[in-house]
């Protein structure tokens, strides 16, 4: 910290949030140090850090005005959910957790919501489906909070019919390094007044300014809807399915492919059981309807499409209850496989390659001896490979797939990161993966953003 | 222009595209110097240009580094479809036309097209109709292309259910003014490597880049469609029943708000008739579906949501040329208006707010005593207000009628411009409208592409 002693800037940091929303002792803050990325490549946080919470967009603009001035740097913090450290106090400075700003108000009439940005997944879901409305995206861990969601641009399973976050956000405000704050877009569908710094600062992992609070679209409630879980010989012919499904007509909210030993890892570590248990490759689809017709319509199609290319018979969840037991197993595989994790990668490339990039990674495994559990959403491209911890094996062969990995994806039209980001951990990969001309393009924009580089400082561009 | 005899430059560019592709005589440019944009508010363009049509990105790179180093200004066009003069050349330089670029691919595969930036939009919709696939925007005019479409982020009907331009592009290869070719985003659904340059090009209306290729995502084709033509007694009827749609569950592809007077002008101008005559207010539904029996059910809920309100009995349009016909009708509304038009807005407002801003321009109408048509894309809260020539009136009114509209627009919650964009004619209005500070953003995000201000200089930021 430089302008300015760690006592007098907690002394404002009081003055501006209150004394019992000002933290400096690590003991208090060490569920603020670090998100959901695997142990192994984890960035440890610095010492000498002060965690604040305000309570209001005037609040956060005081402390970004102070911090700027002090020249000291900002992580702003959100749920910690993400994978790749992009909330992580990685030098000595101020964390900033939006978590008291959760006001959350459903506006019906234009199927929208205004969410401050410390509003959980989880509350945003829930306010929508008692309000008769619905909000698609479903990135997983609902603890994640609408700042974190935008920042990062988040994607996970029900993107194939709607599409990511970014779809989703109609307006922003955010808080710059100077202390201003700024709305961009609104409650509009259409915008076109001048570059779009709302699309910039959608994905820009808090290094560009702070989200305050977000106008989020919304979709009327499906009432009809069903998960398919279908087995096939091998992922080729599941992916054939896929390829198949979207151009039969049937758009699906979701279709992951899963393979038996990890979903039913999953369920094991949840207490519970996958309820299909043959075929070497599996897609769980989800679709959704207006009507019982239509469903039924989608239905038959899907089953029509996969058994074509013989796939087994498809188990259908029906019920809520059955619906969001199958999705937990889906999002549980994660938690499930982390103890022995090194790191999840998510290379995303043209949906039609995600059977080469599998290839491709069951190739790298054998080739060093290693194992590489997969699963993604197959209509996406967007391919969650494992880096798991080898019994007995020196470390230096997770460098080495990685980057072969990396590299299969680029070679195939393909980025190093669909979903996660790029946070602290693969900064290195951003800068090998894209033109100089490129970086040196947003390396500006962050600087007009943030001159005196205080917000997330060494996150996404270095 | 300044570094170089405007001589030499024509042999430098004659030396990149060949002689037959520059043209220098004004006579042979003259549609060229104008897009669609009302006379009465269309600036003038220059002396003094030269026009050169490059048939690849390597030529383009040549004439934008060219153009760099001698710091002459280039003005890339497309179809000159626009309404705010963004493509007109009002300085002295290199009008850039893209028209030459047509090559178009479509992958059916990842349910995607390549296109060129001077392919057209009728070009685009016919391939991807006979591919099986299904691109929604239409923003009117079929002449409009490809690089044009992006750089404007065209909007039109057809954008409630799949949304606008931007929601479609994934990735585009431009031209930096140092002649420099990027490649940004790609065939992916997600993508999160870094700040969303792509997105930031989309909209930038030629200031920032020239688009010279674009992935564009596509649909499977709708096989079912129907057009619902319903009267209402009042503007209020026909809003309230947009909303109550949108609620169903239903999301049709498009719900445009017309008035009988200019759909009836319109169609007397292409010598049809429109097909309803009651109702001071009507709406115009576009439903599509997979399978006749969802476009069923949700034609019924759009009738039953429509005669709960009173509305009138509604008229399908169910065969394709049925539909074609009155969407090329309302299409033309503009067509029909434009010999007596000073100027056309397209101020959007959240869409619940729709109403109270047609209320405010019926009596701004009045206080002027002035004829103000409307019509609009009443699902996305897009209006379009025409201000026309009025016999015997002092123009003095045009201004003020304006601001007017504007200021009513903003205090609404809206922006002056949801589609068409700022161009050459809304500059001052964008900059009324805009916070200091992300003026100063946009400002130096132009800078940061363009440091010697030679892409579309005058436009959008000044």
């Known amino acids: 910290m430089t302008n300015v002693s760690k006592d007098a800037l907690v002394q404002e940091l009081v003055s501006i949030v209150g004394k019992e929303w000002v933290v400096t002792e690590r003991e208090y803050m060490l569920s603020y140090l670090q998100d959901e990325t695997p142990e192994p490549v984890r960035p440890k946080a610095a010492n000498n850090l002060i965690l604040v919470k305000p309570s209001s967009t005037g609040e956060v603009s005081k402390i970004l005005r102070a911090a700027n001035q002090a020249r000291v740097p900002v992580f702003p913090v959100g749920g910690r959910t993400g994978l790749v450290s992009a909330c992580v106090p990685t030098i000595p400075g101020i964390i900033l957790s939006l978590e008291r700003m959760k006001k959350l108000e459903v506006d019906r009439e234009n199927l929208m919501v205004v969410a401050e940005a410390g509003v959980t997944l989880g509350d945003l879901l829930r306010a929508c489906d008692e309000a008769g409305l619905f909000f698609p995206p479903h990135p997983g861990d609902e603890g994640a909070q609408v700042g974190g969601l935008i920042a990062t641009n988040a994607g996970g399973v029900r993107a194939v019919k709607y599409g990511v976050m970014r779809n989703y956000v109609k307006g922003v405000e955010v808080v710059l390094a100077s202390g201003k704050v700024l709305n961009l877009g609104g409650k509009l569908i259409k915008d076109n007044a001048g570059y779009s710094l709302l699309h910039l600062v ?99 199609k899907v089953s029509g499409v996969c058994s074509e290319i013989g796939a087994g018979e498809p188990v259908l969840a029906e019920t809520r209850e059955e619906q969001d037991r199958v999705l937990r197993i889906r999002s549980n595989i994660y938690t499930a496989l982390k103890p022995q994790l090194i790191d999840i990668l998510d290379v995303t490339v043209p949906p039609s390659k995600l059977g080469d990039l599998m290839d491709a990674v069951e190739e790298i495994a054998e080739k060093y001896g290693v194992h590489l559990p997969v699963y993604g959403h197959a209509g996406d491209g967007n391919l969650h490979v494992h880096v798991m911890k080898e019994e007995g094996k020196a470390p230096d062969y997770v460098a080495k797939v990685k980057s072969e990995i990396y590299e299969t994806g680029i070679r195939l039209g393909g980025v190093i990161t669909g979903e996660h980001g790029v946070g602290a951990i693969r900064t290195q990969e951003l800068t090998k993966a894209t033109d100089e001309a490129e970086l040196n393009l947003m390396q500006g924009i962050k600087k007009l953003f943030d001159p005196n580089n205080i917000l997330n400082p060494g996150k996404v561009i270095t």
């Not at 979709?219 to 096939?232: A, L, M, Q, Y």
Request: net charge negative; aromatic share 4%; proline share 5%.
């Open 202 to 300: 959608i994905g820009s992992e808090g290094t560009l300014c702070v989200i305050t609070k977000a106008i989020i679209k919304l979709h009327p409630k499906s009432e009809h809807s069903v998960t398919i879980i279908v087995p096939f010989s091998g992922r080729h012919e599941a992916l054939q399915a896929v390829q198949k499904i979207l151009l039969s007509g049937v758009v699906p909210l979701a279709i992951e492919y899963v393979e038996p030993d990890e979903v039913n890892l999953s369920a094991a570590h949840l207490n519970e059981k996958w309820p299909v248990q043959v075929g070497g490759a599996q897609l769980f689809i989800i679709l959704n309807a207006e009507s019982e017709e239509e469903l039924l319509v989608s239905c038959e």
